[in-house]
């Protein structure tokens, strides 16, 4: 497998720096001159930055990725999907259809720069209005701000993290700043201080997608400090969440179990989904740690508030912000599986799991949620002997992208390797799945260089 970057550059004779060098630099001399922003033209990257590109499937950074994309046509989820070496069966729709023989640029390209002029149009305007209100904190700040996170919200669960990391790094600093400097009023205040928690929910959540916990940690406390500053319980339970999902993912199994059972317990007048999340944050954490009956209790806990829920304005955000049925039927497969349970109401469960998240399109469509899911069936199926059907379900979930296995995804699948370690399952198939599935942890997550 190559990424369709590298399989696009072969096609074209590009895989040479020599080759490649000069296209880029005449690619980012024309987005140079669309975008009306002379530093671009200036860029042109080493040879061995391009070769991390090419050979390790590193994603390029933010400036890079835009030339990228006006050179080649593709977007970078595109460009950096996996294909077979010898190319897709078919290939991705383009952006933007190349340029026409004697010049003549295809509609989609000038609708591509068009879009690319709006986009830096766009952010003129909001410099602007931010900085007519300086002085005060007008409404049009604040709205500003929170159309910036409900677009993270929005394209977090459904993106690799790379893509938006930058963004959301700036944004919890643009919110911090806001904040500091004294302008807002008491009630644009808790307004911003319920934002900075939301941002700091999905930056604790990317670094632990990263691997390091001990950030994560960093980031859901604030998050924590934040949610009490607005006096919003429903924020404070979902840091609480979070520190339990980020202990539960480095197996400290008791720390999960108690953040749970402490955001229950802080947060107990919560309707939202939220409340129902923590329960199956509690169950999977007692069933980490080999107790049955309290993860038992805690499914049914969070059974009985699904059929009490008020959606809240976290569930009006969606994304990470929210915990719909069907994630709550992954985390419930999930803890059966770690129970050691595979009959035929748990398997057929777990197939229910997968195909609830068969569809990308849907709001709350969620890669994470969609692997976790086809690595529990893959676990079930080897408990069941099926070692072929173990591969089937877990096929998905070895073809993502680098950029897109996170710390959750890595665990899940080293789960299904270590199953494979079983003397019952020693096959051929076994022994190569198990070896597939030793090469997949990347050392780090694929993120801007």
Not at 36 to 64: C, H, I, M
Not at 128 to 138: L, T, W
Not at 305 to 332: C, I, N, S
Request: aromatic share 6%.
């Amino acid at each position: 497998m190559k990424t369709f970057f590298r399989y696009l550059l072969d096609e074209q004779n590009l895989q040479d720096p020599r080759a490649f060098l000069p296209r880029f630099k005449r690619a980012a001399q024309e987005v140079a001159r669309i975008e009306g922003n002379d530093s671009l033209a200036r860029l042109e990257p080493a040879v061995k930055t391009f070769q991390g590109w090419y050979y390790q499937e590193r994603l390029p950074q933010r400036d890079t990725r835009r030339v990228l994309i006006h050179m080649l046509g593709y977007s970078i989820e595109q460009l950096w999907t996996h294909v077979p070496d010898s190319g897709p069966a078919s290939r991705p729709t383009p952006l933007f259809a190349a340029q026409a023989a004697g010049g003549r640029v295809e509609h989609g390209a000038v609708l591509y720069e068009m879009r690319r002029t709006a986009e830096v149009a766009a952010k003129r305007a909001a410099d602007f209005a931010i900085g007519v209100e300086q002085g005060q904190f007008g409404e049009e700040t604040l709205g500003l701000v929170a159309d910036r996170v409900s677009a993270i919200v929005e394209e977090y669960p459904r993106v690799p993290l790379s893509s938006i990391w930058d963004d959301l790094v700036v944004l919890q600093d643009d919110i911090f700043t806001l904040i500091d400097d004294g302008r807002a009023r008491p009630g644009q205040l808790r307004d911003l201080h319920v934002l900075a928690a939301i941002v700091s929910v999905h930056l604790g959540k990317g670094c632990h997608d990263m691997g390091d916990a001990k950030l994560a940690m960093v980031h859901a406390r604030a998050a924590g400090v934040c949610a009490a500053q607005a006096d919003h319980a429903g924020l404070t339970a979902m840091a609480f969440g979070l520190k339990s999902l980020i202990s539960y993912w480095s197996g400290r199994g008791s720390q999960a179990l108690a953040y749970a059972r402490k955001g229950r317990g802080a947060c107990p007048g919560v309707r939202g989904t939220v409340g129902v999340w923590l329960s199956g944050l509690e169950a999977r954490a007692a069933a980490l740690l080999g107790d049955g009956e309290a993860a038992r209790i805690a499914m049914q806990r969070a059974e009985d508030q699904r059929r009490r829920v008020e959606p809240d304005d976290l569930d009006g955000f969606g994304g990470l912000l929210t915990y719909p049925r069907k994630k709550e039927l992954y985390y419930a497969v999930e803890t059966e599986v770690l129970l050691g349970n595979s009959d035929a109401r748990i398997t057929a469960l777990a197939e229910e799991a997968v195909e609830s998240f068969s569809d990308p399109t849907a709001p709350d469509w969620a890669f994470g949620d969609q692997a976790g899911a086809q690595c529990n069936l893959a676990l079930i199926r080897l408990q069941n002997g099926e070692i072929d059907g173990a591969a089937e379900a877990i096929r998905p979930v070895l073809d993502l992208a680098p950029a897109q296995r996170n710390r959750g995804i890595v665990v899940s699948a080293a789960r299904v390797g270590s199953a494979l370690l079983d003397p019952a399952r020693d096959t051929v198939s076994a022994q190569e799945l198990r070896a597939e599935i030793e090469a997949y942890s990347p050392s780090r997550l694929a993120l801007p260089s």
